[in-house]
């Protein structure tokens, strides 16, 4: 039996009894008002990733041997965050008028939600909320998650 997690708005809860961290869903994935090249979880994703690179460069034999040693249970990080709330109006309409096609691939959606079988797309701010972008429909449009990656790390 799981334990039942509230999840305040803003906060990080640990559940205690699984070492898992949850953030809140409007907190994820761009959340901080400071500028991308700024923000600490993109910073920890590209040293992770550089880290990731340097493993590449050696053996899988002493990849292997590091992995022997090593913990299989990730340390946990607790970070702050300022997070936008957003108007669910906005996501909707953008959603809506989107049609279940990403604006810059053209594809449809990649699947439909279990939940309600809606397409699965994001809507992406064209100009980011962290650089004073209006949450507006006029600043949004709804793309598939390969592209919304793509125009945030591409």
Same mark, same amino acid.
């Given at each position: 039996m ?30 901080t ?8 979880a993109?910073?920890?994703? @590209? ?8 493993? @590449? ?5 002493? %990849?292997? @041997? %590091?992995? *022997? ?14 997070v ?10 953008? @959603?809506?008028?989107s049609?279940?096609? &990403? ?7 990649p ?6 079988? &809606?397409?699965? *797309? ?21 793309? &598939?998650?390969? &592209? ?7």
């Open positions: 799981k334990t039942k997690i509230s999840k305040p708005a803003g906060k990080t809860v640990i559940n205690k009894r699984a070492p898992t961290v949850f953030a809140p869903a409007a907190a994820w994935p761009y959340p008002k400071t500028r991308p090249d700024n923000d600490e993109l910073d920890a994703l @590209l040293k992770l990733q550089r880290r990731v690179n340097k493993s @590449l460069l050696d053996s899988s034999e002493d %990849r292997n @041997l %590091r992995l *022997l040693k090593a913990s299989k249970i990730p340390k946990i990080t607790i970070r702050e965050t300022i936008f709330n957003r108007n669910p109006d906005v996501v909707a309409e953008v @959603l809506f008028q049609n279940g096609v &990403c604006h810059d691939c053209n594809r449809e959606a699947f439909k939600k279990k939940a309600d079988g &809606c397409p699965f *797309l994001e809507v992406h701010h064209i100009i980011t909320l962290a650089d004073g972008g209006e949450d507006s429909v006029e600043n949004a449009i709804a793309i &598939c998650p390969n &592209c919304h990656r793509k125009r945030h790390y591409g």
